[in-house]
């Protein structure tokens, strides 16, 4: 079996979807992007593809540390986000070939179920209690929410307020039990972000994302033994290396590694159990589309210390075009009382729907995050 060929999708509202072919017939789908920067992550593809063609899709260990080692400038989000689609595209094909779900190649299930969590306020949180409300109503179990708008380093304690009555309003409509993520999304630095966890910690939150930004991350030490919350970060993180001396560290308490993102189903499969082994939780990053998902999903199965999983379905990202507008059967991501079953098809264990993908890459996307400032014209993190 060799690889033939391969086609890109720009598809909305802000995914990149690839499709690996064979001489077999076999198909593998991958979801190489980076929310931004789906463009420039197409032309790494376009480049990391060139090896690939003619080959044998089977030997994906060899594959992927051609597409990393044989590049001696290596890493960082773009090139790792392209070598994930192309990882999540070769397990595809794999699991297909041999008539079987990625995580029976991959050693086979821990569990059969898994917990998922819903988005909830937006990019700039608000009516966050009704909308929490309304996911506990649909039998989720947990939502994650953006912390604050923008705050510079340090801020006015009334944004400490707004923000602490925000998770103060989801416990009064959804009671202590629930759980909440709060990401304080990078847009937090040190000095209010220690206020800011310390003001959330009567409210028990289920963990804090991204107390600050992953390049500050030696800054969670402080965090950590300021507040007893769990500490969540790691979607801005791209290989075992980059988690290697977060872990050793110490102070991060589940890591949340994209696998779109993170050099894919291969190298978050390691990722994740290497956190085991210093008994770290994980909860993979996933706003993104079905293929990410379900790769996600794929090897959630088969690691043990994985306890809930992101996806994306009704974000507002995705107004006008959602997770399963591309999916054929879409009761494979069938949420009931807070879990989802982990798919069993062969492959990823989703059928795409092409026809939709060629409609909606005709349209196409141009999405891009937007810049923020502060009152005084200051470029604020978003």
């Known amino acids: ?64 540390n051609v597409l990393y080692r044989a590049g001696f400038y290596r890493g960082g989000p773009i090139l790792m986000s392209a070598i994930a689609g192309i990882d999540q595209a070769l397990w595809d094909i794999k699991g297909k070939y041999y008539g079987a779900p990625i ?19 937006g990019d700039r949180p608000a009516d966050v209690g009704m909308a929490a409300k309304k996911m506990a109503d649909s039998g989720f179990l947990a939502v994650k929410m953006n912390a604050t708008e923008e705050l510079q380093y340090v801020d006015s304690y009334a944004k400490i307020d707004e923000a602490v009555s925000r998770i103060a309003a989801i416990r009064d409509a959804v009671g202590r039990d629930f759980g909440v993520g709060i990401d304080f999304h990078g847009r937090v630095h040190k000095p209010m972000a220690k206020i800011l966890a310390k003001e959330l910690e009567p409210y028990r939150p289920m963990f804090i994302e991204e107390p600050v930004l992953p390049e500050n991350n030696e800054d969670l030490r402080e965090i950590a033994n300021h507040v007893s919350i769990p500490i969540a970060t790691g979607e801005r993180m791209f290989s075992k290396w980059q988690f290697k001396t977060l872990l050793a560290e110490g102070y991060a308490d589940i890591i949340q590694p994209d696998l779109s993102h993170a050099g894919g189903i291969t190298e978050c499969k390691k990722i994740i159990s290497m956190a085991e082994a210093f008994d770290v939780a994980a909860a993979p990053h996933c706003p993104l589309g079905p293929i990410a998902l379900a790769a996600c999903l794929q090897v959630d199965a088969t690691c043990h210390n994985a306890f809930i999983q992101e996806q994306s379905l009704g974000i507002h990202y995705n107004r006008g075009s959602d997770l399963l507008d591309y999916l054929e059967d879409k009761s494979v991501f069938q949420y009931k009382e807070g879990y989802v079953n982990i798919p069993e098809g062969p492959g990823l264990g989703v059928v795409i729907d092409e026809a939709h993908v060629r409609k909606m890459a005709a349209v196409g996307h141009q999405w891009q995050n937007p810049v923020w400032r502060h009152r005084d014209g200051s470029v604020a993190e978003w």
Do not use: C, N
Not at 106 to 113: E, N, Q, S, T, V
């Open 1 to 64: 079996m060799k690889i033939t060929s391969y086609e890109l999708f720009l598809v909305p509202p802000r995914w990149l979807f690839l499709k690996i072919e064979t001489d077999d017939g076999l198909v593998g789908w991958g979801e190489p992007v980076i929310e931004g920067k789906a463009a420039t992550v197409k032309a790494a593809v376009d480049e990391l593809m060139t090896y690939l063609i003619g080959k044998d899709p089977l030997p994906i260990e060899d594959h992927w």
């Open 103 to 121: 995580h029976q190649l991959l050693g086979g299930k821990a569990r059969d179920k898994m917990k998922v969590y819903s988005w909830i306020g």
